[in-house]
């Protein structure tokens, strides 16, 4: 079949329903849905601040068919241990205790806590939606944010200046069971990650990259587009690393231009040819590295 | 959750702990939207660009469910001759397929071939039922005049066939020749036709046993009588023993008779009836050069059977213009060599033939290394081609002489309109003798087009109040043929509302489809190739299903569920039962996802609340 | 069984009778024995609980509302900059209304670095949704902390087991150990009201209007106000079967006082000493222990204070720009009473950063007391620091 056919890998039920509050095609949202297809209902999940705060519904509304528990902005892999143990306790080892942060929660004011369940192992599994700023306050630079990147604390005069924080290569240096990225443009891949993580004990992190048309500056129908731009130009590769050594690549990685996507992008648009030659020079020092880490496991 | 679950703690309006009792159901998320998607089925370029007026699209979609029985039926609704089409229709249809822009175009032509091979097996049809009183007259049975007449039989009239030549198939039979077109295939196809009730009276030629007069008993008539005059060459020397038309060569060879040729056959022409002259004449063991005053891409022929020729040992001499036919005798003057001994034509014929030569120039650009330029003569680009026989292939035009005196026309075509009616009431025309080009796609679709024109015609003179249908929402797009599917109203493909606009190849997510190379069909060797067999022996079934999965099915929902699985609103959903997709307006924030995503465009975003 | 135990084991001791279900914790002096006794239980299965060895008192925090909120009864210890760490979060498990226990050693903040103790720490959360319970004797740890758990998920609010630093955390005791069957007895396994559960699936906190958040917050209040109730029926349950009941507040000698000091932790049992040989002298002292500050015993104070002409609270605390907080809330306390009956508070700071708070200290803030009273019964205006250089 010519046609890249995937509804067959694709588990049929919803576990969020419509009529959230996301902003019109949001890619944090989708991942949630496809995210919670890859688990299904014998889930539960501790949601730190970040924009599924309001995605999820006021009270007394929610938009997901799980447990959700709302959890201060640093602590969604403390709430979910808390979680993890109870069930324990409970005797209850069927239930995923899914941590949902974007990545202001998990780089930089969740960091401490994921760190500390990560280095004992929790038995959780922690997702990061990563849209690359802080959007729920309406685009602050976080240090997912990347280089170059406009955001209102890094005003196009002086863009974000330093690279993306490597998070998978912290979460692998824990030695975690299993650590990935996804992209909500490839959903076999990232619900097949899901499923595979969902099997295994201890801590599981996966990387999700999810466009945000108001932060990047994009039209809300180019979601997908720019989540499969970002892997297929290697700035958001797809991959996997099992006990933090073995590193591996999900699929072919084409390696496209950076330019196309920076491009299509406005939070870059003050960006010229220099600028944008730069950011595709780092890209491909970048996959070097990723090369020698798969080929050599770090 | 259930969409509200009672709270027996409430007090002060709050509950003990702040938890939830329902979902998000009751924002209508909806109403912040400005653009709303639309399941819209747009028109495939093949589609519209099918002279016949195919429903390729849907046929594809059909083949690659594995429905081939509803495949073949959707095909034969508007195409009564597939497995000749798909053997010799130069398918425009893949020249405009959107997946040439991705790795090359699909082989429509093969499945199509595939689909008509299969209906040669199925049982003849039953006859069509007469449920109208009109009789219509077909004078001509080429591909205009039978799809004339069988479009009218299914749609239940009586329809006689006139055929001047003993055997029917009009241009089918007597200028394709057979390795080209096996003449079981084409007989089986006609003999389908009569099962519906095509009736066909073959050596009635009008003007001689059949006069208009006669004509008069029926309803209308429609006239296909193609064209079949060759056109001069117009060089000194036409008019030398030994020169031959190209169509007149093919007619004889196709009535089985063997028209006489010399050893060596020089063809001067530059279309597919110049090429099926050379390898005809090849295959009755001459030696043949073609004489093309273009380059090669210039041909107006299928490139694969340009290659077929050269591979069967046709020797093509492009950028070539004839000045003229030298005699045997003025040959001799110029010191030419003496040419090859005459062959007995491959047939019957007796060895005939005086040898000439074709006087001819090589002509070159005026600026070799740069682009363009007019062509110039080369120099000594002179040349003479030594030939027994010279065959003329310069086009045809139709022969007006039989034609009543008031019907308009000019030197080359009849004036009709889009239905096929002519300056005179009554009476319709279509393929070789109006103005399109000389295909048989095109006359099958001209058939088609007039079968329309007259089932209104006699309905309205049997009384019935006839609300004249939309010619354009006939059409596949703004240019496409008339679709006998949309004139009767009953698709059995399209799943959504549609749209007459053709998704071009903007409008194809090439990201969700992996390259697949193209189907090849196979063909026999040329060393293998012995008189007239067919060349070409297509894909197999299987290879077939497989190559229609190529198909984009461009502007046509397939139900591949992109727009479902990329919905970051749970917005789109398939029914129970029926399956069909929904979109809940009330819950959709018009984000587009899922029309950029639709692999084929048939999401269309359209302005909300405007 | 009596068993001579530090502060600290008494903790350890009362998590364990209550068969805790999880405990988060992260070391901080002088708090670090309550958890490591807790680990020693754990991991010998003398208590089957999950022990969750966070990185930070925050994460702590947050593991037992995921636990607490998950049904499961859950515990933490802290002390001083572990307990200010927390603070964001302390918020979350009183607002999320999850009945955690926690133990807070008393120790004075930083900087200066300083691991003695006063109460700046734990008062410091007054506002954040917890009950909190000062404690005076290693006996009185233990006991409370089993009753913490059961007030807590009676009114599905947080409870602070306060005690001492060294005077208490360190400090060994004999300790009557309940017998296991009757705590059980006496505090059942938890039955979440709701929590976390894939078959009643809900969301917990979800974003709150300003059409909804107040009520939310006077159901909070209301939960605070049910405690005081819920927190004497239980001192009597417990009573009852044990024989010992340490109330809301309690009284001491202080029948015909014309002044009652006002104490908390274990400036108390220094004070009960005063006390008692000032009433041998024959001076009309007696002396009021306030357990409980949150919710505020204000009913409670105003019956054992009413009529008194003195009354003088010895705050190990100092709110900087106003005074002693002890003080200023029993203030409050009796501001409605009629004037005849309403008591003159004097407000002493004592012993910050665990400077001694001995007789001497107790008998001067007493002193001083009587003077300002025979100065026409009018209080200082400020509260006096007792003990400083001068």
Redesign the interface.
């Known amino acids: 079949m010519s046609q890249i056919q995937i509804k067959d890998q694709i588990p049929t039920g919803e576990l969020m329903s419509s009529g959230h509050f996301a902003c019109p095609g949001c890619g944090g949202s989708l991942a949630m849905r496809l995210v919670l297809k890859g688990l299904g209902p014998k889930t539960m999940v501790a949601l730190p601040a970040c924009c599924w705060t309001i995605v999820a519904g006021p009270w007394p509304q929610s938009s997901v068919n799980i447990p959700l528990y709302h959890s201060p902005f640093e602590t969604a892999a403390a709430v979910a241990s808390g979680i993890r143990a109870a069930l324990d306790m409970q005797g209850d080892q069927e239930t995923t205790v899914l941590a949902w942060a974007g990545d202001g929660g998990t780089f930089d004011i969740g960091l401490q806590a994921l760190s500390g369940a990560a280095e004992r192992n929790e038995n959780i599994l922690y997702v990061c939606y990563d849209n690359e700023a802080y959007m729920n306050t309406g685009i602050q630079r976080s240090s997912a944010t990347p280089w170059g990147a406009w955001t209102t604390t890094t005003p196009a005069g002086h863009p974000e200046a330093r690279p993306k924080k490597d998070i998978l290569a912290i979460m692998a240096a824990h030695r975690i069971p299993y650590a990935a990225t996804a992209s909500v443009a490839y959903p076999v891949d990232l619900i097949r990650k899901v499923e595979k993580a969902r099997a295994i004990r201890g801590t599981r992190f996966l990387h999700v990259i999810a466009p945000c048309p108001p932060g990047w500056k994009t039209s809300d129908d180019e979601t997908i587009e720019l989540a499969r731009m970002a892997v297929l130009t290697k700035i958001f590769p797809l991959m996997e690393v099992e006990d933090g050594q073995t590193w591996r690549f999900s699929m072919e990685h084409p390696g496209d231009p950076v330019e196309p996507y920076i491009k299509r992008q406005g939070r870059f648009s003050h960006l010229g040819p220099r600028e944008i030659g730069q950011i595709q020079l780092d890209v491909d020092a970048r996959w070097k590295m990723l090369e020698r880490r798969v080929e050599m496991g770090i | 959750m259930p969409e509200k679950r009672p709270d027996s703690e409430m007090v002060h309006g709050v509950p003990e702990v702040a938890v939830s009792s329902t979902t998000t159901m009751a924002n209508r998320t909806g109403s912040w939207k400005y653009t709303r998607p639309v399941f819209q089925d747009m028109v495939a370029p093949c589609n519209a660009t099918c002279a016949i007026g195919v429903d390729i699209e849907g046929t594809m979609n059909l083949v690659r469910e594995g429905r081939l029985v509803e495949a073949r039926e959707l095909l034969l609704r508007e195409n009564p001759m597939p497995a000749t089409t798909g053997r010799i229709c130069d398918h425009p249809c893949e020249s405009s397929c959107n997946r040439k822009s991705f790795d090359q175009p699909v082989a429509v032509h093969s499945v199509e071939r595939m689909l008509g091979d299969l209906a040669l097996e199925d049982p003849l049809p039953a006859a069509v039922v007469r449920i109208r009183t009109g009789k219509a007259a077909v004078i001509g049975s080429g591909p205009a005049g039978l799809a004339c007449a069988y479009h009218l039989v299914r749609m239940g009239y009586e329809v006689s066939v006139f055929e001047g030549d003993e055997e029917p198939g009009g241009t089918l039979r007597y200028r394709v020749p057979e390795f080209q077109l096996p003449r079981v295939v084409l007989d089986r196809e006609i003999e389908r036709m009569r099962a519906l009730g095509v009736d066909i009276r073959c050596g009635v030629r009008l003007g001689r046993q059949l006069t208009w007069k006669y004509l008069e008993r029926f309803d209308t008539v429609f006239l296909a009588t193609g064209a079949h005059r060759s056109r001069a060459l117009g060089v000194e020397g036409e008019n030398l023993p030994g020169i031959q038309y190209g169509l007149d060569f093919l007619h004889e060879v196709g009535a089985g008779r063997a028209p006489e040729i010399g050893a060596r056959v020089v063809v001067v022409g530059g279309d597919s009836v110049a090429l099926d002259c050379a390898r005809t004449a090849l295959r009755l063991g001459a030696e043949v050069q073609l004489v093309f005053w273009g380059e090669c891409e210039k041909l107006a022929a299928d490139p694969a059977e340009v290659l077929e020729a050269e591979r069967e040992g046709v020797e093509i001499l492009y950028q070539t213009v004839p000045l003229a036919i030298r005699g045997s005798e003025q040959m001799a003057e110029e010191g030419a060599r003496e040419p090859a001994n005459t062959i007995s034509a491959g047939i019957s014929g007796a060895p005939t033939g005086m040898p000439m030569g074709l006087e001819c120039i090589r002509m070159t650009l005026e600026k070799p290394d740069g682009y363009g330029g007019d062509p110039i003569p080369a120099e000594d680009g002179r040349q003479v081609l030594s030939a027994q026989t010279v065959i003329i292939a310069m086009g045809e035009e139709p022969d007006f002489d039989l034609l009543p005196l008031d019907l308009k026309h000019d030197q080359v075509r009849v004036a009709v309109d889009e239905l096929g009616r002519t300056s005179k009431s009554a009476v319709f025309a279509g393929g070789g003798i109006v103005e399109e080009p000389h295909t048989i796609a095109h006359a099958l679709g001209s058939g088609k087009r007039a079968a329309i024109g007259m089932d209104l015609y006699m309905r309205e003179r049997a009384g019935e109040k006839v609300e004249a249908p939309s010619l354009a929402g006939l059409r596949y797009g703004r240019v496409g043929n008339f679709s006998i599917t949309r004139y009767r109203g009953d698709d059995p493909v399209r799943r959504t509302g549609e749209v007459n606009e053709v998704a071009g190849v903007e409008r194809i997510n090439m990201a969700h489809f992996a390259p697949m190379p193209r189907r090849v069909e196979r063909r026999m060797k040329p060393s293998d190739r012995e008189g007239f067999e067919e060349v070409n022996l297509g894909l197999t079934q299987k290879e077939a299903v497989a190559e229609a999965t190529r198909c984009f099915n461009c502007g046509t929902c397939n139900q591949c569920e992109m727009c479902l699985i990329f919905c970051p609103d749970v917005a789109i959903t398939r029914r129970e039962g029926d399956k069909k997709f929904s979109i809940s307006y009330k819950y959709c924030k018009g984000c587009g996802v899922c029309a950029v995503e639709c692999p084929r465009g048939a999401i269309s975003m359209t302005r909300e609340g405007l | 069984m009596k068993k001579v135990m530090m502060g600290n084991h008494a903790v350890s001791w009362g998590v364990k009778l209550a068969r805790t279900?999880?405990i988060?914790a992260y070391p901080i002096t002088p708090q670090t024995q309550v958890v490591e006794a807790l680990s020693e239980m754990c991991s010998s299965g003398e208590l089957?609980?999950?022990f969750?060895?966070?990185?930070?008192e925050?994460?702590?925090m947050?593991?037992?509302?995921?636990?607490?909120?998950?049904?499961?009864r859950?515990f933490t210890a802290t002390s001083s900059q572990g307990l200010a760490l927390m603070h964001?979060?302390l918020h979350?498990a009183g607002?999320?209304?999850l009945p955690i226990v926690m133990a807070n050693v008393n120790r004075a903040l930083a900087p200066a670095w300083n691991v003695w103790t006063d109460q700046n720490d734990s008062l410091s959360q007054r506002d954040t949704g917890w009950i909190q319970l000062y404690c005076e004797s290693n006996q009185e740890v233990l006991d409370t902390t089993i009753q913490a758990f059961k007030l807590a998920e009676a009114v599905?609010l947080p409870v602070m087991v306060v005690l001492d630093a060294f005077y208490l955390s360190h400090t060994s005791e004999p300790v009557d150990i309940p017998d296991q069957e009757a705590v059980d007895a006496f505090l059942p396994r938890r039955v979440a009201?709701?929590k976390?559960?894939?078959n009643?699936?809900?969301?917990?906190?979800?974003?709150?209007?300003p059409a909804?958040y107040m009520?939310?917050r006077?159901?909070q209040q209301?939960?605070m106000e049910l405690a005081r109730v819920t927190y004497d029926e239980i001192v009597e349950e417990w009573g009852g079967m044990f024989g010992r009941r340490n109330g809301a507040i309690e009284s001491y000698h202080a029948e015909g006082a014309e002044i009652l000091l006002v104490t908390s932790g274990t400036i108390t049992s220094t004070s009960r000493h005063v006390v008692n040989e000032l009433r041998a002298r024959g001076e009309k002292v007696g002396l009021v222990k306030v357990k409980m500050f949150r919710p505020f015993p204000t009913e409670a104070l105003r019956v054992a204070l009413a009529g008194v002409p003195h009354v003088a609270v010895l705050d190990r605390n100092i709110s900087p720009g106003h005074g002693g907080i002890f003080a200023e809330e029993i203030r409050s306390a009796l501001y409605d009473l009629a004037p005849e009956r309403r008591p003159r508070v004097h407000g002493y700071i004592v012993g910050l950063g665990g400077r001694d708070v001995t007789p001497a200290v107790i008998e001067d803030c007493l002193a001083r007391t009587r003077a300002a009273a025979g100065a026409g019964n009018t209080p200082e205006r400020e509260d006096l620091w007792v003990g400083v250089k001068s």
């Open positions: 279900e999880v988060a089957a609980a999950r969750i060895k966070v990185e930070s925050h994460s702590a947050a593991a037992c509302i995921g636990a607490s909120a998950t049904g499961a859950a964001e979060v979350w607002g999320g209304r599905d009201r709701v976390m559960d894939v009643d699936p809900r969301s917990f906190g979800a974003l709150a209007t909804v009520e939310m006077l159901r209301e939960a």
